[in-house]
C-alpha cells in the first residue's frame, strides 16, 4: 500500500427519478474570516475587470439560460453504448439518461461546470453529491461529445457518470470554489458540502478578506492610514507563488479538510513525484497531471521564474501572445540583473527554429510546450519547457516535439535534422535515462540513482522520484532525508517506512519535528509499529502528534476507498482490530475492487478464527476482480491453514495459471502437491 495513494474508486448509488427528495444539496455558507467577492470588486476595479468573465469567475455556475452554453432544445446524442436526451422547461434543464440503478431517468440540471474549451453540466444525486455528466458540450464545435469515446461505463462502474469518480464532492469541488468544505461522512458515506463562493474568487487566492476590508472602510472614514493587507503573504516570491497555485495546478493528495491560502503547500498537500503512471521516464506528461509537476523540472522554476511572468493572475490569460510572451525575457538584450542565466540571442527568426515563420514549428511552445489533449478536446501544454531530445526518445520510447508534427519520420530522423542545424552537441546524462533504466529493473540502476539523489543540481521532484525508485530497489539514501526541499524529505520518510526498524529508529525519529506536516505524518507513519519505549518523552510526544495529523490526513480523503486503507493499515499496526475491520469494510463498501482491501480484511479475519468470513470476503471478490490470481492464492493459503489440502492444491493450480511467474504462488503450491503425492 502506498502511503498517501490516491486511489479513484466508484460508489454504487440508489436511481433516482425526479421526484426522489435528495439530501442536502452543496450550497453557499458564510466564512467568519471571509466577504463577498463583491466588497473586493467596488473597490479593486482594474482587478475586477480582468477577473470578470475568466475561468476562474465562470468555473462553476449556477444553471441558468445565461450559463448553459449547450443545446437543450430536444437535443439526443447516442454514443457506444451510452445515449442521452437533453431537454429543457421554461428556465430549467434536464438530463434524461441511464441511472446507476440501469433505468432510465430524468435529472435536473442544478450547475454548469468550467466554459472553455468544454463544459459539464452537474446532476445532484443522493448523499447530497453532485455528479458531473460523462457527456459534456464542445464549446468550440457546439456539439455534444463523450468522455469516454471509446465506449460507455456501464452503471455500477466505477468510471458511470453515477459513480464516485465522477463525483464532483470528490474530484472538482475544491478547485473550482472558495473555501470550500467537503463535509463528507464516512460513517453514512454522505456529505454536506458547502463553499463561501462558488467559483473561484479573490479570496482563494488571497485569503479571507474581511480583516482587510473593514480596516479599508475604516481608513476611508478616517481619511488616513493603511488597510492591513490581504491574509495570503506568500504570493510575492517565484517559488512560494507557484507553490500556492499547485494547490489546484497539480496532482497531489490533500492532508487537511479547510485548506488556507498562504499556507505552506507541503502543510495542506502532498504533491506527486513523476511516477510511471503519470509522467514518461523523461518527465514528460502521460496523463493528466496539470501543470506542477512539469514545471518543477523545469530551468524557468530552477532560475524564479513566477507564475504571474507569463499570466496575469486575474484574467489568467497570456501576457503576450505568440513568440512575444517568450521574447520578453529571451532576446538579444535580456534582463541579466534578475536572471543572470539568460543568453543574448535572437530566438524568434529561422536561425534558431529553423521553420517558417507562421507555419507550424515557428512558435516558440511547439517545440518547447507540446500539448496533449486531456478530456477529449482539452489541450494541455507541458509546463516542463525543455529542449526536444529525440535522440532520448530513440533511447527511450518517450515522445518528441518534433514528431508531434513530423509523425511520419523516426526519432532518429529528427536528431539529425538538429544536428545538421546546430552541429554536433553532447548531453549530459538526462535524469530520464536513470529513471527508465530503474523501470525496467535493469542490473546495475541502483548507483545511477544515489548518484542522481544527491546531485543538488538536479529538480527537487526529480531527487524525490529517485527515492522512490530507488526504495523500490531497496534502498533509502539517509541524505534524502535532509534535503534541503520537503519533497525529497517527505518522500524518503514515507520510503523508509518499508525498511527495518533499526533502520527507522536510527532516522526517522529526527523527522517528527520537521516544520512541515507532509514530513512529520510520513516520519510518524513509518513508525507507528516500534515500541515507544525506545523513543524518549519528546519524541513520544512528537509520534502521538504525527499519528492524529497522519488520521487527520486521511479523513479528510475518508471518502477514498485509498484513505480508508490507509486507516485499517494504520489501526492494524496500532493493534486495533476493531477498527482495521471497520475501514477494511468501509473501503470495499465504497469500491469492492480494492483488492487490498479484501486481501487485508480476509487477513484480518482468519487471524481472529473466523475463517469461514475470511472465505466468503475472498470469494466474494473472484468475479469482479482484474486480477483474481491474488484472490485464489490467499483462498490457498486459507485453506491450507484450515489443513483442507484438496482445496487449497485446486486453489493454488489456479492462482499459478493465473500468475505462472509467481514465485510464492508456485513455492507453495509445489509444497501442497508434495503432501499430497506422500498421503496418497
Known sequence: MRLLACLLAWLPVLGLTASVALATRPQAEARPDHVADRECLTCHAEQARLWTGSKHELAMQAATPETVLADFADARFAGKGEEAHFLRRGDTFHVATQGAD????????????????????????????????????????????????????????????????????????????????????????????????????CQACHGGGRAHTESARAVAAASQGTPKPTANRALAGAHAQVDQCAACHARRTRLVEDAVAGAPLLDQFMPDNLRADLYHADGQQLEEVFEYGSYRQSRMYQAGVACTDCHDPHSGQRRAEGNALCTACHNPSPDRARFPGLVAKNYDGREHHFHTAGQAGSQCVDCHMPSRNYMVVHGRRDHAIRIPRPDLSAKLGTPNACQDCHAERSAEWAAEAITRHFGPRSHPPHYGEQLAAARRGEPGAAQPLHTLITDMAQPAIVRATAVEALAALGSVPPAALRDPDPVVRATAAAALAARPAEERLTHLPGLLSDPLRAVRIAAARGLADIDENRLNTEQRAQLHAGLAAFVAAQQAMADMPSAQLNLASLAATRRDPAGAERHYRRALAQDPQVQAARLGLATLLAGSAREDEAERVLREGLAGAAQPGELHFALGLLAGQRKQWEKAAHELRAAAALMPDHPRVRRNLDAVERYLQQRR
Open 102 to 201: 440501469g433505468q432510465r431517468a430524468e435529472f435536473p440540471v442544478t450547475h454548469t461546470f468550467g466554459i472553455h474549451p468544454l463544459q459539464q453540466v452537474l446532476l445532484p444525486q443522493p448523499g447530497g453529491r453532485l455528479q458531473a455528466f460523462t457527456i459534456a458540450w464542445d464549446t468550440q464545435r457546439k456539439t455534444w461529445f463523450s468522455l469516454y469515446p471509446e465506449g460507455a461505463n456501464a452503471p455500477g462502474s466505477n468510471l458511470h457518470w453515477s459513480g464516485r469518480y465522477q463525483n464532483w464532492n470528490l474530484m472538482c469541488g475544491e478547485c473550482h470554489t472558495t473555501a470550500y468544505r467537503k463535509g463528507y461522512d464516512d460513517a453514512t458515506d454522505s456529505y454536506r458540502t458547502t463553499w463561501a463562493e462558488a467559483n473561484v474568487g
